[in-house]
Protein backbone atom coordinates (compact mmCIF):
# COMPACT_ATOMS: atom_id res chain seq x y z
CA UNK A 1 0.00 0.00 0.00
CA UNK A 2 1.88 2.74 -1.28
CA UNK A 3 -0.65 5.43 -0.04
CA UNK A 4 -3.85 5.88 0.68
CA UNK A 5 -5.29 7.31 -2.38
CA UNK A 6 -8.87 5.61 -2.71
CA UNK A 7 -9.48 3.83 -0.02
CA UNK A 8 -11.86 4.52 2.93
CA UNK A 9 -12.11 3.33 6.21
CA UNK A 10 -15.15 0.89 7.23
CA UNK A 11 -16.40 0.13 10.42
CA UNK A 12 -17.94 -3.44 10.93
CA UNK A 13 -20.22 -1.97 13.65
CA UNK A 14 -21.07 -6.09 14.81
CA UNK A 15 -17.49 -6.60 15.55
CA UNK A 16 -16.65 -3.60 17.24
CA UNK A 17 -15.98 -4.26 21.66
CA UNK A 18 -15.53 -0.55 22.41
CA UNK A 19 -12.18 -1.39 23.83
CA UNK A 20 -10.68 1.80 22.36
CA UNK A 21 -7.33 -0.11 20.76
CA UNK A 22 -8.54 2.35 17.80
CA UNK A 23 -7.99 5.45 20.06
CA UNK A 24 -4.77 4.52 21.31
CA UNK A 25 -3.55 3.23 18.30
CA UNK A 26 -4.35 6.48 16.67
CA UNK A 27 -2.79 8.56 19.59
CA UNK A 28 0.22 6.49 19.43
CA UNK A 29 1.16 6.96 15.56
CA UNK A 30 0.28 10.94 15.78
CA UNK A 31 2.78 11.66 19.22
CA UNK A 32 6.46 12.55 18.93
CA UNK A 33 7.76 9.62 19.53
CA UNK A 34 5.08 7.04 17.86
CA UNK A 35 5.91 4.43 21.18
CA UNK A 36 3.29 4.17 23.51
CA UNK A 37 5.82 3.79 26.58
CA UNK A 38 7.37 7.43 25.50
CA UNK A 39 4.28 8.85 24.37
CA UNK A 40 2.42 8.85 27.44
CA UNK A 41 5.54 11.37 29.25
CA UNK A 42 5.70 13.39 25.98
CA UNK A 43 5.38 17.14 27.01
CA UNK A 44 2.73 17.49 24.37
CA UNK A 45 0.42 14.45 25.12
CA UNK A 46 -0.71 12.80 22.03
CA UNK A 47 -4.37 13.39 20.66
CA UNK A 48 -6.27 10.36 19.58
CA UNK A 49 -8.04 11.12 16.01
CA UNK A 50 -10.92 8.61 16.42
CA UNK A 51 -13.19 8.16 19.52
CA UNK A 52 -15.11 5.54 19.82
CA UNK A 53 -19.08 6.88 20.03
CA UNK A 54 -21.80 4.37 22.02
CA UNK A 55 -24.93 4.13 20.52
CA UNK A 56 -27.40 2.02 22.40
CA UNK A 57 -25.61 -1.76 22.55
CA UNK A 58 -23.36 -1.54 19.86
CA UNK A 59 -19.89 1.18 19.52
CA UNK A 60 -19.14 2.82 16.43
CA UNK A 61 -15.11 4.33 15.96
CA UNK A 62 -15.83 7.62 14.33
CA UNK A 63 -13.87 9.29 12.17
CA UNK A 64 -13.22 12.04 9.19
CA UNK A 65 -15.04 10.12 6.40
CA UNK A 66 -12.62 12.18 3.97
CA UNK A 67 -15.84 13.58 1.80
CA UNK A 68 -15.77 13.75 -1.83
CA UNK A 69 -17.76 17.12 -1.52
CA UNK A 70 -15.75 18.28 2.10
CA UNK A 71 -17.26 20.62 3.57
CA UNK A 72 -14.39 21.64 5.82
CA UNK A 73 -12.25 22.02 2.66
CA UNK A 74 -14.61 24.48 0.49
CA UNK A 75 -14.97 26.58 4.09
CA UNK A 76 -11.34 27.13 5.27
CA UNK A 77 -10.71 29.95 4.41
CA UNK A 78 -6.59 29.41 4.75
CA UNK A 79 -6.78 26.48 2.53
CA UNK A 80 -4.75 24.63 5.04
CA UNK A 81 -7.35 22.23 4.31
CA UNK A 82 -6.70 20.07 1.37
CA UNK A 83 -6.06 17.15 -0.48
CA UNK A 84 -2.47 16.28 -2.53
CA UNK A 85 -4.55 14.39 -4.63
CA UNK A 86 -7.96 13.89 -6.26
CA UNK A 87 -8.78 10.97 -4.15
CA UNK A 88 -6.50 11.13 -1.40
CA UNK A 89 -7.00 12.08 2.06
CA UNK A 90 -7.67 15.30 3.57
CA UNK A 91 -5.39 16.75 5.39
CA UNK A 92 -4.44 19.95 7.67
CA UNK A 93 -1.45 22.12 7.03
CA UNK A 94 -0.82 22.93 10.65
CA UNK A 95 1.56 25.78 9.46
CA UNK A 96 -1.78 27.24 7.53
CA UNK A 97 -4.46 26.86 9.99
CA UNK A 98 -5.02 29.54 11.70
CA UNK A 99 -7.92 27.88 14.47
CA UNK A 100 -11.07 29.58 13.35
CA UNK A 101 -12.99 26.43 13.96
CA UNK A 102 -15.30 26.91 10.79
CA UNK A 103 -14.43 23.69 9.69
CA UNK A 104 -15.42 21.82 12.91
CA UNK A 105 -18.71 23.56 12.81
CA UNK A 106 -19.89 22.16 9.28
CA UNK A 107 -18.40 18.35 9.77
CA UNK A 108 -21.47 16.26 9.05
CA UNK A 109 -19.23 13.56 11.37
CA UNK A 110 -18.26 16.21 14.70
CA UNK A 111 -14.89 14.65 14.19
CA UNK A 112 -12.55 17.87 13.99
CA UNK A 113 -11.16 18.83 16.85
CA UNK A 114 -8.82 21.60 18.61
CA UNK A 115 -5.36 21.02 19.35
CA UNK A 116 -4.00 20.44 22.50
CA UNK A 117 -2.81 24.02 22.44
CA UNK A 118 -5.77 25.00 20.70
CA UNK A 119 -3.96 26.79 17.43
CA UNK A 120 -5.28 24.68 15.28
CA UNK A 121 -7.47 21.73 14.17
CA UNK A 122 -6.32 18.17 14.05
CA UNK A 123 -8.19 15.50 12.40
CA UNK A 124 -7.95 11.72 11.08
CA UNK A 125 -5.76 12.21 7.74
CA UNK A 126 -5.56 8.40 7.45
CA UNK A 127 -2.23 8.07 8.60
CA UNK A 128 -0.94 9.24 5.94
CA UNK A 129 2.42 9.49 7.22
CA UNK A 130 2.11 5.53 7.80
CA UNK A 131 0.69 5.32 4.12
CA UNK A 132 3.88 6.90 2.60
CA UNK A 133 5.93 3.64 4.66
CA UNK A 134 3.50 0.72 3.20
CA UNK A 135 1.36 0.41 6.38
CA UNK A 136 -2.40 0.63 7.02
CA UNK A 137 -3.68 3.32 8.95
CA UNK A 138 -2.69 2.79 13.36
CA UNK A 139 -6.54 2.10 13.60
CA UNK A 140 -6.96 -0.51 11.56
CA UNK A 141 -4.04 -2.07 12.18
CA UNK A 142 -5.09 -2.55 16.26
CA UNK A 143 -8.57 -3.53 15.93
CA UNK A 144 -8.65 -6.62 17.44
CA UNK A 145 -11.93 -8.00 16.14
CA UNK A 146 -11.24 -6.40 12.39
CA UNK A 147 -14.46 -4.08 13.14
CA UNK A 148 -12.55 -1.23 11.04
CA UNK A 149 -10.90 -1.66 7.97
CA UNK A 150 -9.47 -0.11 4.98
CA UNK A 151 -11.32 -0.79 1.57
CA UNK A 152 -10.87 0.08 -1.67
CA UNK A 153 -13.59 2.88 -2.66
CA UNK A 154 -14.41 0.80 -5.68
CA UNK A 155 -14.69 -2.78 -3.73
CA UNK A 156 -17.07 -1.02 -1.37
CA UNK A 157 -19.28 -0.05 -4.00
CA UNK A 158 -19.05 -3.42 -5.78
CA UNK A 159 -19.78 -5.12 -2.41
CA UNK A 160 -22.91 -2.69 -1.30
CA UNK A 161 -23.96 -3.36 -4.57
CA UNK A 162 -24.01 -7.01 -4.73
CA UNK A 163 -25.63 -6.55 -0.62
CA UNK A 164 -28.13 -5.23 -2.18
CA UNK A 165 -28.81 -6.91 -5.36
CA UNK A 166 -29.12 -9.99 -2.95
CA UNK A 167 -31.92 -8.05 -0.92
CA UNK A 168 -33.54 -7.74 -3.69
CA UNK A 169 -33.61 -11.03 -5.29
CA UNK A 170 -34.90 -12.01 -1.17
CA UNK A 171 -37.40 -10.01 -1.15
CA UNK A 172 -38.68 -10.97 -5.03
CA UNK A 173 -38.68 -14.63 -3.68
CA UNK A 174 -40.62 -14.24 -0.81
CA UNK A 175 -43.45 -12.05 -2.63
CA UNK A 176 -43.89 -14.99 -5.18
CA UNK A 177 -43.95 -17.66 -1.93
CA UNK A 178 -46.73 -15.31 -0.43
CA UNK A 179 -48.68 -15.12 -3.81
CA UNK A 180 -48.80 -19.11 -3.78
CA UNK A 181 -49.46 -19.43 -0.63
Given at each position: MENNMGKAIMVIVEKCLACKSCEIACAVAHSESKVIEKAITEASKPRKRVTVEAVGENSVPMQCRHCEDAPCIAICPTAA?????????????????????????????????????????????????????????????????????????????????????????????????????
Open positions: IHRIHADGPILIDQEKCIGCKYCLMVCPFGVIDVSNDGKVMIKCDLCFERAKMGEEPACVEACPTKAIVLVDEKDLATGRRKRAAEELVTSSEQGRKRKKR
